[in-house]
């Protein structure tokens, strides 16, 4: 009875995180095309330099993206503020999209080195016009992909 309870005190906390709604599009200080990245070949790891050796993908620096940008026309709004951004050398402060509740533990670097693609997880955010979270982040589907490949769906891989 107690697993019971557990369980539906970590469900509820799923949602209520909001990380499981799939089509959430947060607005964002700049509405980022993850399309136009996509269609000039620019890898995910790339620009989230962290996916391969941390827990979290990370964002892209302002940096990083002035060091791109600088080189290129700067005739959209959204590249003109990009670029303000990059002169002023602040940080933009994107909302994310993702986010893993506290209870969970979710390791990229192991999802990376397994050679899960990020659109097994992410869908086709490639195809954004606009930042937007494409897939629902729900235990039942990370369960599902874990018995796929033959790993492990102990509760505490995953769950602090």
Known sequence: ??????????????????????????NQPIAFPHRAHTENQIECAFCHENVARSSAAGLPTTELCGT????????????????EYVDKDEVIPWVRLYEVPDFAYFPHQWHVRADVAC????????????????????????????EQRGQTVDCVACHK
Do not use: F, K, Y
């Open 1 to 26: 009875m107690r697993w019971a309870i557990g369980l539906a005190l970590v469900l509820a906390g799923i949602s209520a995180s909001g990380c499981n709604s799939a089509g959430a599009s947060p």
């Open 68 to 83: 791109c940008h600088s080189a290129m026309a700067q005739d959209s709004p959204a590249t003109q503020t990009l670029m």
């Open 119 to 146: 659109s097994e997880c992410h869908g086709e955010i490639g195809t954004s016009l606009r930042a937007e979270r494409h897939e629902a982040v729900e235990m039942e589907t990370c369960i599902a992909c874990h």
